[in-house]
């Protein structure tokens, strides 16, 4: 299948600091990606739907100035938490769907875990 | 709010069949019935998808009831790399839905 590539897969930061998190589509491209946090022992939640070329469009209640994303090209998107605290230590999971594969499967990456000390 | 329900948790000897029940009594005629698996400190897993016909793969089985309401997930021999959550969700196909994951069901493998 597909695959999606995060990176990096760990990152512990200080509390006030900017971390970037990249996500791409290795073989295939997407015009939409989506990016979600997972807190211990809870289901993913969606945060955002990342759309090439435009702005990225925001679930209820997760900031948008807090959480930057940027999706620069068909293959990648990025998500900046700005300003990071303690209660921003998340697992943060982004995933793609493979448009013209015909499978509208969606594909996602391995994550990335996040720590703000 | 995600459209499905599942049970929390589940047990299965390893080599045994684990059978996942889903409800997913509002879907629309035009949803699909999709299957992930979040193993441990991963991303979730495609597993499987079906509208209305059973389905088999190379990992599992999807039975659907004829009236689309529930759904079985089935892990034909499960080994203890099956240890993981199962996640049932209805989406439309070809569309860029964004994914509602429920909490779905904790599938325990035993020795």
């Known amino acids: 299948g597909a695959v999606v590539s995060q990176h990096p897969s760990r990152v512990i930061c200080k509390s006030g600091t900017s971390v970037k998190i990249e996500c791409r589509s290795l073989?295939?491209?997407?015009?939409?990606m989506f990016w979600y946090r997972q807190f211990p022992k809870q289901s993913l939640m969606l945060m955002a739907t990342?759309?090439?070329?435009?702005?990225?469009?925001?679930e209820q209640g997760v900031e948008k100035d807090k959480f930057l994303i940027n999706h620069a090209s068909l293959t990648l998107s990025t998500l900046t938490v700005t300003s990071a605290h303690p209660e921003d230590s998340s697992f943060y999971i982004c995933?793609?769907?493979?448009?013209?594969?015909?499978?509208?499967?969606?594909?996602f990456g391995p994550g990335t875990r996040l720590t703000v000390l | 709010d995600a459209k499905t329900t599942q049970p929390p948790s589940m047990d299965c000897a390893e080599g045994r069949a684990a059978n996942l029940p889903c409800n997913h009594s509002?879907?629309?005629?035009?949803?699909?019935v999709y299957w992930y698996r979040q193993i441990h400190s991963q991303g979730p897993q495609y597993i499987i998808h079906?509208?209305?016909n059973n389905e088999t793969n190379e990992m599992a089985s999807l039975i659907i009831t004829e009236d689309r309401k529930s759904s079985t997930l089935i892990l034909p021999h499960a080994t203890l790399r099956d240890t993981a959550v199962y996640y049932c969700?209805?989406?439309?196909?070809?569309?860029?839905?964004?994914?509602?994951f429920g909490k779905g069901t904790r599938l325990h493998i035993l020795p």
């Open positions: 509002t879907i629309s005629g035009n949803e699909y």
């Open positions: 995933s793609a769907r493979d448009q013209l594969a015909g499978t509208d499967t969606q594909y």
């Open positions: 969700i209805v989406q439309l196909y070809h569309r860029d839905d964004k994914i509602i």
């Open positions: 990342s759309n090439e070329g435009s702005k990225a469009t925001y």
């Open positions: 079906g509208l209305k």
């Open positions: 073989d295939f491209q997407a015009t939409t």
